[in-house]
């Protein structure tokens, strides 16, 4: 972890969440096709595109990555992480939001898809991601690539 960065510790216990939408964890009843749009069961954490890298390849190093998109104008990633993250989430250079954008499992913005037979997304853990998030800044700082 970075030096002079406030430590947090996982909660003992997890928060209340709100309640899972009909939409099952994974996509698709039955056919296969697919859920797209809004669904609550996700939050998303998004950061520069530079950062949000550095991190996928963090998190992939530790097989810990879940599915990860590019946003369309491709300036920044955008990680899956489970509901009720964005009640809890401060980390300085990158926004947490409730709700999740999921596009279609063949769309050409995923970085890492949904996968399996019925496109099951796999949420990043969001201190496992926190902690990659931090390595990647001291990463990319160390490199000479400046603050984020």
Same mark, same amino acid.
């Given at each position: 972890?970075?030096?002079? %960065?406030? *430590? !947090?510790?996982?909660?003992?216990? #997890? &928060?209340?969440? #709100?309640?899972?939408?009909?939409?099952?964890?994974?996509?698709?009843?039955?056919?296969?096709?697919? %859920?797209?749009? @809004? =669904?609550? *069961? !996700?939050?998303? =954490?998004?950061?520069?595109?530079?950062?949000?890298?550095?991190?996928?390849? /963090?998190?992939?190093?530790?097989?810990?990555?879940?599915?990860?998109?590019?946003?369309?104008?491709?300036?920044?990633?955008?990680?899956? %992480?489970?509901?009720?993250?964005?009640?809890?989430?401060? +980390?300085?250079?990158?926004?947490?939001?409730?709700?999740?954008?999921?596009?279609?499992?063949?769309?050409?913005?995923? /970085? /890492?898809?949904?996968?399996?037979? *019925?496109?099951?997304? @796999? #949420?990043?853990?969001?201190?496992?991601?926190?902690?990659? +998030?931090?390595?990647? &800044?001291?990463?990319?700082?160390?490199?000479?690539?400046? #603050?984020?």
């Amino acid at each position: 972890m970075a030096t002079g %960065v406030p *430590q !947090y510790r996982r909660p003992a216990a #997890p &928060a209340v969440l #709100p309640a899972p939408s009909a939409v099952s964890a994974c996509t698709g009843a039955g056919s296969g096709s697919g %859920v797209v749009g @809004r =669904v609550v *069961q !996700y939050d998303t =954490v998004t950061v520069q595109v530079r950062h949000g890298l550095e991190a996928v390849d /963090i998190l992939r190093l530790r097989r810990a990555c879940g599915a990860v998109q590019q946003s369309s104008g491709g300036s920044a990633i955008a990680f899956l %992480v489970p509901a009720g993250t964005a009640l809890r989430w401060h +980390l300085p250079g990158s926004t947490c939001t409730p709700g999740a954008e999921l596009l279609p499992p063949t769309d050409p913005c995923w /970085i /890492i898809p949904p996968s399996g037979p *019925q496109h099951c997304v @796999r #949420p990043t853990d969001a201190w496992v991601l926190r902690s990659a +998030l931090c390595e990647a &800044a001291t990463t990319l700082t160390a490199g000479g690539l400046g #603050p984020l």
